[in-house]
């Protein structure tokens, strides 16, 4: 069985409306955090390098949180192969709400927290944003709920999210 090795950031902003999460746009229904494959880095270096690759925000942009990380282990079929994959994602702040997509995804979203829950189609996911919120509710104490106030995501197939839209 292959394995692949990945690590991504779960990104929010403090908002108004509340805590944002940052969630990147593939097509169809799929939606997830910024990440990607480890290319003989460590794991947090290859978060950064693929959070900047695919967002446009680097480490200076991103005030991050030690005390967070979580693991995702599963098993999925490639090419008629099983492949094991274990992704870490580590937690960070941003103040900048401006994103510039690369070419692999179609759009983006800053999501407040119930919404994020309701785009995100693996339990997996949600489970990690579920984590991370409860993680900085902890921290914080604060951050109200509800709303797709700042999203940009398709209304149809026919009509995706445009690349660079700043929310």
């Not at 270096?45 to 282990?73: I, P």
Request: no cysteine; glycine share 8%.
């Amino acid at each position: 069985m292959q394995t692949e090795t990945s690590a991504g950031i779960i990104i929010y902003r403090k908002t108004s409306d509340g805590l944002k999460f940052l969630i990147l746009y593939h097509g169809g229904r799929y939606w997830n955090f910024p990440k990607g494959k480890l290319e003989g880095e460590t794991n947090f270096k290859a978060a950064v390098r693929e959070v900047e690759e695919e967002t446009g925000l680097n480490k200076k942009d991103l005030k991050f949180s030690d005390w967070f990380k979580v693991q995702d282990r599963f098993t999925f079929t490639k090419d008629r192969e099983k492949v094991f994959k274990v992704v870490s994602y580590y937690l960070a702040e941003t103040s900048n709400p401006k994103i510039q997509i690369s070419k692999e995804h179609q759009g983006y979203g800053w999501f407040l927290y119930e919404d994020a829950l309701r785009i995100l189609i693996h339990p997996n996911l949600r489970r990690n944003l579920k984590r991370a919120y409860e993680a900085i509710q902890q921290r914080s104490g604060g951050g109200r709920r509800g709303g797709f106030s700042g999203a940009r995501f398709p209304r149809s197939e026919k009509n995706p999210v445009r690349k660079n839209n700043n929310v």
